[in-house]
């Protein structure tokens, strides 16, 4: 992992799941690559791109950021479904995926509740 990015637990785990993740989407059928294949692994690489934009945000746009990063790891989780379903994975791939991405979703919940919203005389009245 590069110095450039944070090292708080879940960008570590959502470096290790996109480093797992994408390499195994090589293995799906090939007719699908442009589309349920790319939407998840788009999905999976927004949430880091929401991930690192929170934490470069303070108060309320940090929460939006989080909000955001729990809608995009909602996306995830039912492409994980669905890859699953069409047996594009096995049931250890398919359990050891959706581990990791509820790990995420665990660190993520965490982060927002710790997340601060300022009040402003604005917002009061």
Request: cysteine-free; glycine content about 4%.
């Given at each position: 992992m590069s110095d450039a990015q944070p090292a708080m637990p879940i960008f570590v785990k959502c470096h290790a799941?996109?480093?797992w993740?994408?390499?195994?989407?090589n293995?799906?059928?090939?007719?699908?690559?442009h589309t349920v294949t790319q939407r998840l692994v788009n999905a999976a690489l927004?949430?880091?791109?929401?991930?690192?934009?929170?934490?470069?945000r303070r108060g309320q746009a940090r929460l939006d950021r989080l909000t955001e990063a729990d809608?995009?790891?909602?996306?995830?989780?039912?492409?994980?479904r669905l890859v699953y379903d069409w047996r594009w994975i096995?049931?250890?791939?398919?359990?050891?995926?959706?581990?990791?991405?509820?790990e995420l979703g665990r660190?993520?919940?965490?982060?927002?509740?710790?997340?601060?919203?300022s009040t402003s005389l604005a917002a009061m009245v």
């Open positions: 799941f996109l480093t993740l994408i390499p195994l989407t293995h799906f059928p090939k007719v699908h690559r927004d949430l880091q791109e929401r991930l690192l934009e929170a934490n470069s809608a995009t790891l909602d996306k995830v989780r039912h492409y994980w096995t049931l250890g791939q398919y359990e050891h995926g959706s581990r990791l991405v509820a660190l993520l919940g965490a982060w927002r509740k710790k997340t601060p919203v």
